[in-house]
């Protein structure tokens, strides 16, 4: 059974040990995870890890933690909070960002629903811009936090 947990970070060392082997991402915090040389997007993974290795920039990777592995690479942005719905439709909270033709939400059922929520809701009185992590397909945050 999969357990998943998420880190942002920055990256410390991206080894690729080539051949058949999976290539060992080690984070700033010191965390390490393998990346599967078989997962479906390695060979965009290993370009985008190396770059950001050298750039410096921050990461989201999401992780199997029973398995130690990565499944998810995603990239926090400082936003600008245009608004936040005062209360949820079914399990998502809509968030609007300045400047984003998107809508954006946040699913009421994360495990930092509140903590999130409240930074989002604080940004958007304040003008402050959180570090928030979406996807870019579906518009979900993922993550949010003071950068």
Known sequence: MEESGAVVAKVAAFDDPGGDA???LTL???EKYRVGRKARLFGTWSRILRDLHRSGELVYVGV?????TVNEIL???EERIKRVAPRPEGDRLKVVFLMSPSLHYLRTG???FEEMRRILEEAARTGARPLVTCDP????????RWP
């Open 137 to 144: 397909d579906t518009q979900e945050i993922r993550d949010v």
């Open 28 to 30: 700033d915090s010191g």
């Open 75 to 77: 990239f926090p942005g």
């Open 64 to 68: 199997d933690t029973a398995a130690g």
């Open 22 to 24: 999976d290539a060992l």
């Open 110 to 112: 994360g495990p930092r």
